[in-house]
Structures are given as structure tokens and as C-alpha cells.
């Protein structure tokens, strides 16, 4: 069971990357999926998500309009395209994968989302 | 939503009782999940829904709170506990975490 990341490098400025990750040993078809990203010696930042079946997709404001996520079920994969990158999009990128709803006893929660899947990332560098 | 956790930064001994705060900005139900980070390494899920402890995790971790205030306690800290912690909450897009808090063992 896990997800590998690839597809990162360095790109200019303005430039465009396009992210992969490959899930393997799961039903990746029964998942939301999202991307995380941690910038050098900072934080988490959650980027985007993707619902089970590809029909719903959120973005951080930040990268709204220069970023597209997507999914190929058949291929297992998840993508992050990424273009007009900015200096501040460097960091290392991580696939989640995502379940949704839980219940506890008598109370459920069918919206909560959590990472239980990480993949070991993969570092993009915008630089001139 | 922002989130911001208490203490940045923590040094304790070995078999401390230790405990990381999470505020939320707004009430978030309980939905509010715990990460650990060791350096290199990729965040792992230590608790979902504020109390729910993942699958293999040690039961020396526990989650409490909801709506606005959550804790992470580790009821005995050992060594291997030393990383960074991040809480999280998934109630509103974008689904945003805390600052992190380093815990450090003395």
C-alpha cells in the first residue's frame, strides 16, 4: 500500500510541471485525493483536492487559476499541473490519499477528511 | 480557517506527560486531525475526527476537544516522540494546519 510522487524539478519562473503520483495496493478509485506542500524549513500547506470519482475539485486561493488537479482511476494516478510557477511554489509537494466520513459510536461526521497515506514527496524548485 | 497551536516549541524528559493545544478561528465541529513529522520524513496521521486514534499508532497518544479547542497528549514520552506536531482541521475549504509545534526530548 502507497503513493509514489514524481515529476519534480527545476523550473523557471512562468514556467509549468506537471506532478504525478502512482497509488498502488488500494481501491484508488474509492478515495478523495490531495496534495500538501511544504515549503523549505516551513509548514504544511494544503494545496488542493480531488473527490473519489473526479467530479469535485478545491483549490488553495494561492494557486487557483495556475494549477489543475486531476485523476486517471484506470491508471491509478493522480496529477498536479502546475503552471505561471512563482518562487513561492517551491517546496516539497505530497500526494495524500484522503478518506472521507467517519462514525464514532452514535455520532458520524460524513464530511471529515483526513491524510492517512503519505507519499515521500517530490521537491519543485522555481528559480531563475 | 486559522489555526494555531500552543506551545511553538517544547522540550521534556523521557516518561513526561505532554500536551500540544490547536485553536481553531472559528468552530469546526470535530473535525481537527494530529500529524507527526520526523525531519526528511513524510507527516504521518497520528489522530482523526479530534479523538480517533489511527490504525497502529500507540496508545500513549491521545486526542480531546472540539468546536475551537483541541489537545494531543502523550501520556509518556519516549524518544523516538521527538518531531514536529500539526494539528489540521478539514471543516471548510482550504483545509489548513497549524503552525507545527517541536517537541524536543531533553
Known amino acids: 500500500v502507497q503513493v509514489v510522487e514524481s515529476g519534480g524539478g527545476l523550473v523557471q519562473p512562468g514556467g509549468s510541471l506537471r506532478l504525478s503520483c502512482a497509488a498502488s495496493?488500494?481501491?484508488?478509485?474509492?478515495?478523495?485525493m490531495t496534495w500538501v506542500r511544504q515549503a523549505p524549513g516551513k509548514g504544511l500547506e494544503w494545496v488542493a483536492n480531488?473527490?473519489?470519482?473526479?467530479?469535485?475539485?478545491y483549490y488553495l486561493d494561492s494557486v487557483k487559476g495556475r494549477f489543475t488537479i486531476s485523476r486517471d482511476d484506470a491508471e491509478r494516478s493522480l496529477y498536479l499541473q502546475m503552471n505561471s510557477l512563482r518562487d513561492e511554489d517551491t517546496a516539497v509537494y505530497y500526494c495524500?490519499?484522503?478518506?472521507?466520513?467517519?462514525?464514532?459510536?452514535?455520532?458520524?461526521?460524513?464530511?471529515?477528511?483526513?491524510?492517512?497515506?503519505w507519499g515521500q514527496g517530490t521537491l519543485v524548485t522555481v528559480s531563475s | 480557517i486559522q489555526m494555531t497551536q500552543s506551545p511553538s516549541s517544547l522540550s521534556a524528559s523521557v516518561g513526561d506527560r505532554v500536551t500540544i493545544t490547536c485553536r481553531a478561528s472559528l468552530r469546526i465541529n470535530s473535525h481537527l486531525n494530529w500529524y507527526q513529522q520526523k525531519p526528511g520524513k513524510a507527516p504521518k496521521v497520528l489522530i482523526y475526527a479530534a479523538s480517533t486514534l489511527q490504525s497502529g499508532v500507540p496508545s500513549r497518544f491521545s486526542g480531546s476537544g472540539s468546536e475551537t479547542d483541541f489537545i494531543l497528549t502523550i501520556s509518556s514520552l519516549q524518544p523516538e516522540d521527538s518531531a514536529i506536531y500539526y494539528c489540521q482541521q478539514s471543516y471548510t475549504i482550504p483545509h489548513t494546519f497549524g503552525q507545527g509545534t517541536r517537541l524536543e526530548i531533553k
Open positions: 495524500a490519499r484522503t478518506p472521507k466520513g467517519h462514525c464514532n459510536g452514535s455520532t458520524c461526521w460524513p464530511n471529515l477528511k483526513w491524510f492517512d497515506l
Open positions: 480531488i473527490r473519489d470519482d473526479g467530479n469535485e475539485k
Open positions: 495496493g488500494f481501491i484508488f478509485s474509492d478515495y478523495w
